[in-house]
């Protein structure tokens, strides 16, 4: 049976418990004082009133000194597992609201997510070094879904969007170059096009584009058709493929430069198409701070043209 309120203790303040702990640390109520930054009389009176709130003595009176009494030295140990624990959530917190701690869930094309993504989240981890990413790759269908159920926290897209449920802000935008093999007589032109590239094999990436027809009508323009040597899904491969020499890639300017080095060259690539990123979150409820810290960074990160060269 419950006892009636009135017997029980009242509860235990945390500035009474720190005082408790630190007298029984440095030994007097002089040396919680000097630690706590309070007087010794305050100290004094936070222990006589916890002592009178749960009913025993936790110290005998000897001459000014306070001697621990038996019950004072067992509650000792469970105070200072307590005023831990404490000290951990406070920690948290801290960490929280700094945004040192937590997880971003996160999708974006594979080839930004491959090429890109890296020097942005090294930037921000270096800052927050306790915050982990979960990084997916998915159709943009399903990304546009997982956003606005809030499956995941934000996405890095390519536009246009046409969702009302999501809000975008366009991060980077680059255009369109060919990657070719540096021996390819045609990297000796400053700027490539359709007339110039004529039946040249060419290796392409996703046929199903939006991009991909892009490029087709630029040729069909011309009276031209594009010779697919190759077709592929990734930047890395279609580089990878144009490194031996067997096609010339028609890419986004900005997930290639990961890429490009010896022996490929980046010639620019006539009409310029370009490419918009924006990074996209729901619109039906407010971002977490932590988002937004991851927000700034790529504004930041984009801004000063800190993407891989």
Not at 64 to 78: C, N, S, Y
Not at 226 to 248: D, F, K, R
Request: with cysteine.
């Amino acid at each position: 049976m419950r006892p009636p309120a009135a017997s029980l203790p009242r509860r235990l303040g945390l500035t009474a418990l720190t005082a408790f702990s630190e007298i029984m640390r440095t030994g007097s109520a002089t040396g919680a004082a000097r630690v706590l930054g309070l007087s010794q009389p305050a100290i004094s009176r936070l222990i006589a009133r916890m002592e009178s709130d749960i009913g025993f003595e936790l110290f005998y009176r000897d001459k000014g000194r306070l001697v621990p009494t038996q019950d004072g030295l067992m509650l000792a140990d469970e105070v200072e597992l307590a005023l831990a624990g404490v000290a951990r959530v406070q920690g948290l917190v801290r960490d929280i609201s700094t945004h040192s701690v937590g997880e971003i869930r996160l999708i974006a094309p594979p080839s930004f997510a491959s090429g890109i993504l890296p020097g942005l989240i090294a930037a921000f981890t270096r800052r927050h070094p306790r915050v982990r990413f979960s990084i997916d790759s998915r159709s943009i269908q399903t990304t546009k879904t997982m956003l606005a159920t809030r499956v995941v926290d934000c996405a890095f897209m390519h536009l246009p969007l046409d969702r009302d449920d999501l809000i975008a802000e366009t991060m980077v935008s680059s255009g369109t170059v060919c990657v070719l093999h540096q021996d390819n007589p045609l990297a000796a032109l400053p700027v490539l096009d359709p007339a110039s590239i004529g039946d040249a094999p060419i290796v392409t990436l996703g046929m199903a584009s939006v991009f991909f027809q892009h490029i087709d009508q630029a040729f069909r323009e011309q009276g031209l058709r594009q010779n697919i040597a190759v077709g592929c899904h990734t930047t890395s491969a279609a580089c990878g493929l144009a490194g031996t020499g067997i096609g010339i890639a028609i890419l986004n300017a900005l997930l290639v430069r990961p890429y490009v080095r010896p022996p490929l060259v980046a010639r620019p690539f006539v009409p310029n198409f370009t490419h918009d990123y924006a990074f996209v979150v729901s619109a039906q409820t407010k971002l977490p701070r932590l988002i937004e810290e991851f927000r700034d960074e790529a504004r930041r990160y984009f801004s000063v043209g800190t993407a891989p060269e």
